[in-house]
């Protein structure tokens, strides 16, 4: 199965919004409302931020979140700032009964 | 607290064999799928597989199927990953994850801290 398309990086100003796709088949992504996004910074394990295409655990900030529409998701974080910098998977449940992430996105703060 | 302690980083050569481990603590051990992503360095994340402790069903990505084995042991909330056969491009970090309860494991949280393998000769 092949991974998830995502851009390799998005940029973006403090304050902005900015959004990351992710784009799937009608096998994932198209075909299960499971998408889920995850947070790395460097030299750290991976944090949940979105699940189920759009809900957030519990102490996850509201200026992230999650859409989709046909074969694509995104992940918009709104009110952007320093700590947000970091690499962003998304992830599919597929019709293979598995799971795929996405190639990362890095975001950068300028 | 949900929480997950991998074993300790780990080396090897080519060939030799290797088991690591994830111990849960802080859930229902058996009611939730715990699986194991690899992270090459510098790369993306690469799902491996999961196991439902509760009846072992056990799922792989195609791309592990035949080369990795996942199995769990209920008595001590511990789920393992091992290798037979190793090989250098198994080198990577290897993250333990809790993923969802019910029919299947959609999303993974918490992440355990990682277990880096490094095979070289």
């Known amino acids: 199965q092949s991974a998830l398309t995502q851009p390799a990086s998005v940029s973006g100003s403090p304050g902005q919004s900015i959004t990351i796709s992710c784009t799937g088949t009608?096998?994932?992504?198209?075909?299960?409302?499971?998408v889920s996004w995850y947070q790395q910074h460097p030299g750290k394990a991976p944090k949940l931020l979105i699940y189920d295409v759009s809900d957030r655990p519990s102490g996850i900030s509201y200026h992230f979140s999650g859409s989709k529409s046909g074969n694509t998701a995104s992940l918009t974080i709104s009110a952007l700032r320093a700590g947000d910098e970091a690499d962003y998977y998304c992830s599919s449940y597929t019709n293979n009964k598995t799971v795929v992430f996405g190639g990362g996105t890095k975001v950068t703060v300028l | 607290e949900v929480q997950l302690v991998q074993s300790g980083a780990e080396a090897r050569k080519p060939g030799e064999s290797l088991k690591i481990s994830c111990k849960a603590s802080g859930y229902s051990f058996i009611s939730h799928w715990v699986g194991w992503v690899r992270q090459m360095a510098g790369k993306d994340l690469e799902w491996m597989g999961v196991i439902y402790p509760g009846d072992s069903e056990t799922r792989y990505s195609p791309s592990f199927q035949g080369r990795v084995t996942i199995s769990a042991d209920k008595s001590t909330s511990t789920v393992y990953l091992q290798w037979s056969g190793l090989k250098a491009s198994d080198s990577a970090m290897y993250y333990c994850v809790k993923g969802s309860s019910g029919q299947h494991a959609t999303w993974f949280n918490p992440w355990g801290q990682g277990t880096l393998v490094t095979v070289t000769s």
């Open positions: 009608k096998n994932d992504i198209g075909g299960y409302n499971f």
